[in-house]
């Protein structure tokens, strides 16, 4: 619990968040520990729960620990040079550090949510019911969060008028979310039962397939 302590502690509303960033640009470590530690307890105890067999939970659990914050991890680095120069051919005047903090701060937050919604994911699974569509509702919850920091970040970070801060972040979040499948089709292979899905289409069958609401 320390560990949740310390991850939600950074976390005020997203201007004073932002604005502690702008005044301390250091603490943008703090948030990408964050992202690691939150998703790895994530990741640690939702693979625990995927198998039966405890030694099999424990090999899952330990591989998801570093696989979904690598994950997100990689979704940043490989957005930001895109994002970057999109973001300067628009009038934005952000410092390449400032971008790359504000989405390492982005990032970050959805840890936040995703250790919210740990708690039903233990409990819908350990009923019977399949993790998938609580996944689903965390995808979208952790899209919603994102852009809400990403619009933050770049109103206060760059100081740009309303019109570019929301063209940016439309843009921003199009290209992590593009970036983003990429890496889970990669990393977790999510295409490999139904290809010519693709991720979402993958997620959305699997969805209907598995949820109790359509058993």
């Known amino acids: 619990m320390g560990i949740i302590t310390q991850i939600l502690g950074l976390y005020d509303s997203p201007k004073e968040t932002i604005s502690a960033v702008k005044e301390n640009p250091k603490i943008v ?82 840890s936040l949510v995703a250790l919210a919604i740990l708690p039903l994911n233990v409990l819908y699974t350990l009923t019977g019911h399949s993790p998938v569509t609580l996944h689903v509702l965390l995808i979208f919850l952790l899209m919603i969060v994102a852009v809400i920091y990403l619009f933050k970040g770049y109103e206060i970070l760059g100081d740009l008028s309303k019109g570019r801060v929301y063209l940016i972040t439309l843009i921003s979040a199009i290209i992590l979310l593009f970036v983003l499948i990429q890496f889970v089709d990669l990393l977790f292979e999510i295409t490999t039962a139904h290809p010519r899905g693709g991720v979402i289409g993958t997620i959305a069958y699997t969805a209907v397939e598995k949820a109790s609401l359509f058993r």
Not at 30 to 50: D, T
């Open 29 to 110: 470590r703090q948030f990408i520990l964050a992202l690691i530690l939150g998703f790895a307890i994530y990741g640690l105890v939702h693979g625990f729960l995927l198998e039966k067999n405890l030694v099999e939970g424990a090999k899952t659990g330990l591989w998801l620990l570093f696989k979904i914050p690598l994950t997100l991890v990689l979704t940043v680095l490989f957005s930001f040079p895109t994002i970057y120069i999109i973001s300067r051919a628009f009038g934005g005047r952000l410092s390449g550090v400032n971008i790359l903090s504000n989405l390492f701060i982005s990032a970050s937050s959805t």
